[in-house]
């Protein structure tokens, strides 16, 4: 069976993860955890829209595990935003 994976559940899930805090990738802390077959988008997709320092705070803030932080890192591509600045 194909599972789709939805771009606006994607981003929706990053947000949640990275920036707010108000969720996570697995159960844990209260949190519900994401859907298995959304991490590897989800890590994608905040490596490619969010800054090293928003994922980092997301790791010092426990939102993220240190391989989860890892794995995230690892994605960040030249094009991946260096700073907060929105163009």
């Given at each position: 069976?194909?599972?789709?994976?939805?771009?606006?559940?994607?981003?929706?899930?990053?947000?949640?993860?990275?920036?707010?805090?108000?969720?996570?990738?697995?159960?844990?802390?209260?949190?519900?955890?994401?859907?298995?077959?959304?991490?590897?988008?989800?890590?994608?997709?905040?490596?490619k829209?969010?800054?090293?320092?928003?994922?980092?705070?997301?790791?010092?803030?426990?939102?993220?595990?240190?391989?989860?932080?890892?794995?995230?890192?690892?994605l960040?591509?030249?094009?991946?935003?260096?700073?907060?600045?929105?163009?």
């Amino acid at each position: 069976m194909m599972v789709v994976i939805y771009s606006f559940r994607t981003g929706t899930f990053a947000r949640n993860i990275y920036l707010y805090g108000n969720e996570r990738f697995t159960a844990r802390e209260g949190f519900n955890g994401i859907p298995e077959e959304y991490h590897q988008p989800v890590k994608d997709y905040a490596a490619k829209q969010f800054t090293l320092m928003e994922i980092e705070k997301a790791r010092i803030n426990n939102w993220i595990t240190q391989n989860e932080y890892e794995d995230t890192v690892l994605l960040r591509t030249e094009s991946s935003p260096v700073s907060s600045e929105k163009i």
